[in-house]
């Protein structure tokens, strides 16, 4: 608990900073002059996280936690300090990434030294914690900007973090005590080499797939081929690496595996789906852009009510099995009641139905990640805790490609049923869609505001049918999930000075 305020600062700043940024994103473009790279201020964060997800797990577990993470604060702030100062597009785009990087080790940081001080049968009380911090973000997040935005110099939605930052980083260097686990091997930068090149593909072809470039382009293929080639020698060089990057022994685990399955299909699903959730709520329904953060309220209330209350109960009973099975039956009704939108829904109804998408999504979250940190010994606490926020990473790209190609071809069908080709062509191209608010549409034609709003109604109630499928295989990989009983302070004591009895104890895991 000494340690806890300073592990929340740290991931509230990579929860906040970009939905800061984004509400800041139309001033900075302004007065930058960088309209034409504006994608690539948000891709250079994303590349940044993700590909450093890995990485960063595992120098934590091979060089020690406690200096790795603070490294990745100081590199976090570091970007947000030279972000500000930025003078030009290049400069911003290129130091956003050098954030980014810093952002994976925040994120992977905090969830393995949870995994170090706390054993998973009383790791689930912490759970209301991490939802906490995550629903304040996302509230918080688009105010914040707001005001930024309005008030002060766009500057300010970089420099915000450093204060939180320094004082993230005092707390955490007088309380945070950490058990050494050090060992001699090296790094593997082949490994890490490989893989970042394969993700940074795979990032890019969901980025600029059906938006920059078509689907079937040269660019789009190219980057597909790149990406298969560089996964495939890295699947090679891990098998033969004396620590690799992303274990795949790991997978050898059936808990593990089911539990990073189940992390891809809940981010595939919930990250890609939700995405499109604002659009709906502020030209449809008419709510207000700036405090968009409320609206994601009632599923973040959600959220926090089932963490809560799953954790409470999984370090009481110690039994956690039924509930990533309960959550994926709660979200597949939410993605049920979430497809029925359409221009007649009232506000009302569309945060009762995200609010039962939260009670779902909280049953999962961290229940997931228990299982993986639970079915592994200690030493390999930072590459399991990286390599399940790594796939969920994934898995959320990979859906907001897919369903924003569903939804696109969706409202330009539509459209093009109402007013024919040539109209929804011209009202689909240029991102149009994704700029509209209600001033826009006011200065519209009557006919064509109606053609929109029943476009992007049909849009969002098809992707969340199709959001329907993913879900349904949620609770049916959890129901085999295996009851493995989960690790209390009596277990960690001998496994962490006795090699024998970390072995033993993971093969008993995989039994």
Do not use: C
Request: charged share 10%; glycine share 12%; no cysteine.
């Amino acid at each position: 608990m000494v340690v806890l305020p300073g592990l929340m600062l740290a991931i509230l700043l990579a929860q906040l900073d970009n939905l800061i940024v984004s509400t800041a994103m139309p001033r900075i473009v302004g007065d930058l002059h960088g309209l034409t790279h504006l994608s690539w201020v948000v891709t250079a964060y994303i590349l940044g996280t993700t590909v450093s997800t890995p990485i960063w797990g595992k120098i934590g577990d091979l060089y020690g936690r406690k200096n790795i993470f603070m490294t990745s604060v100081v590199m976090f702030l570091a970007g947000s300090a030279l972000s500000g100062m930025s003078q030009n597009m290049t400069e911003l785009i290129g130091f956003r990434a050098l954030q980014g990087l810093g952002a994976g080790g925040l994120i992977v940081g905090v969830m393995a030294i949870i995994g170090d001080l706390v054993p998973p049968r009383e790791r689930g009380r912490y759970q209301g914690f991490m939802a906490a911090v995550m629903s304040v973000a996302m509230v918080a997040g688009p105010l914040v900007g707001g005001y930024i935005t309005d008030h002060l110099s766009w500057r300010w939605a970089f420099y915000i973090n450093l204060p939180l930052g320094v004082v993230a980083l005092v707390l955490l260097a007088t309380t945070l005590k950490l058990p050494k686990h050090r060992t001699e091997h090296k790094l593997d930068w082949t490994g890490a080499g490989l893989l970042a090149v394969g993700v940074t593909a795979l990032v890019l072809i969901t980025t600029w797939g059906g938006n920059q470039y078509d689907w079937g382009s040269w660019q789009i293929l190219g980057l597909a081929g790149l990406a298969v080639v560089m996964l495939a020698i890295f699947g090679v060089v891990e098998r033969r690496a004396p620590e690799p990057v992303l274990s795949l022994g790991l997978f050898r685990n059936r808990n593990f595996t089911l539990s990073a399955i189940i992390g891809f299909m809940v981010g595939f699903a919930m990250f890609g789906s939700i995405n499109f959730l604002p659009l709906f709520q502020q030209v449809v329904q008419g709510a207000s852009a700036t405090n968009s953060g409320l609206l994601l309220l009632p599923m973040m209330a959600g959220v926090l009510v089932t963490s809560l209350v799953s954790g409470s109960l999984i370090t009481r009973t110690g039994r956690y099995r039924a509930f990533p099975i309960i959550g994926g039956v709660v979200m597949v009704v939410s993605m049920l009641l979430l497809a029925q939108l359409d221009l007649s829904s009232t506000k009302t109804q569309t945060s009762l139905f995200m609010l039962v998408l939260g009670l779902g999504m909280g049953f999962l979250m961290q229940t997931t990640m228990l299982i993986s940190q639970n079915s592994v010994e200690q030493r390999d606490m930072g590459v399991a805790s990286s390599t399940a926020t790594f796939v969920r990473t994934i898995g959320g790209s990979f859906g907001v490609s897919l369903f924003g190609a569903i939804f696109n071809r969706t409202l330009r069908d539509d459209l093009a049923s109402q007013l024919g080709n040539t109209a929804a062509g011209r009202l689909t191209t240029g991102g149009g869609v994704a700029g509209l608010t209600p001033a826009k549409l006011a200065q519209m034609p009557v006919q064509e505001v109606r053609a929109l709003l029943h476009g992007i109604a049909a849009g969002t109630s098809q992707v969340f049918w199709w959001a329907v499928f993913i879900t349904l295989l949620v609770p049916v990989l959890a129901v085999f999930i295996k009851h493995v009983p989960l690790r209390g302070r009596a277990d960690q004591k001998p496994a962490a000075g006795s090699a024998e009895v970390g072995a033993a104890e993971l093969q008993a895991v995989a039994e």
